[in-house]
């Protein structure tokens, strides 16, 4: 008989190691993509990324992408373009996503910001949101070996033993605070529970 029961499990993720993700996705694309079927050049290439908590305090992240201007007629060396998004997770693919975000461009010409916020949010779904994702599928297996390992010699709770095999890995909340982003995991396992102590199992 299969013995089921749920395990919370409180993962915390600094922005730094999720910048090192993102980085290796986006750093040196072009906007938009070269593609075989057009000549025509790109606007811009991503020279770097960064990663933030929001002082607004509504559970959002900052993203701030570098880019660099290609085209003649917008022809600057660097604009930073700053990303207001809230996170989403994808349980099936156990990735992290942005779910809405709002990008705006910081220059000191109000002109330029604005013909170049057209351009970006243009293609900034599928070139910038849609690969702005971090698969957690690895942080989450070194968290199920963590849960399997204890269970295996066995948890031990008041006055309880559980022993088993973690089954599955669900993603319930994510909370972004200043500095480092906050996953509720819960960890479905089929375990045998050893009661030793039923004093312990007792209201007081």
Do not use: C
């Not at 293609?123 to 963590?146: D, M, P, S, T």
């Not at 309880?160 to 906050?182: Q, S, W």
Request: charged residues 20%; aromatic residues 6%; glycine residues 6%.
């Amino acid at each position: 008989m299969e013995n089921f029961v749920k395990i919370q499990v409180p993962v915390s993720i600094s922005y730094p190691a999720l910048e090192g993700v993102l980085r290796k996705q986006l750093v040196g694309e072009y906007i938009p993509k070269p593609s075989e079927d057009t000549d025509a050049n790109p606007y811009a290439q991503i020279l770097d990324v960064g990663l933030a908590g929001s002082s607004s305090g509504t559970g959002d992240i900052i993203l701030r992408v570098r880019i660099r201007i290609l085209r003649t007629i917008l022809k600057r060396d660097n604009v930073d373009l700053y990303v207001q998004a809230t996170p989403g997770y994808d349980n099936a693919t156990q990735q992290v996503y942005i779910h809405r975000f709002n990008m705006q461009a910081q220059t000191s010409s109000r002109f330029y910001n604005s013909s170049l916020e057209v351009l970006v949010n243009k293609v900034a779904y599928n070139q910038i949101i849609q690969k702005a994702r971090v698969n957690l599928a690895e942080i989450i297996g070194n968290e199920l070996a963590k849960a399997n390992g204890m269970l295996e010699t066995g948890m031990e709770l008041k006055g309880l033993k559980l022993t088993g095999t973690v089954e599955e890995v669900r993603v319930h909340d994510i909370t972004p605070k200043a500095n480092r982003m906050f996953l509720n995991l819960e960890l479905q396992a089929n375990v045998e529970v050893d009661v030793s102590d039923l004093s312990e199992l007792l209201p007081a």
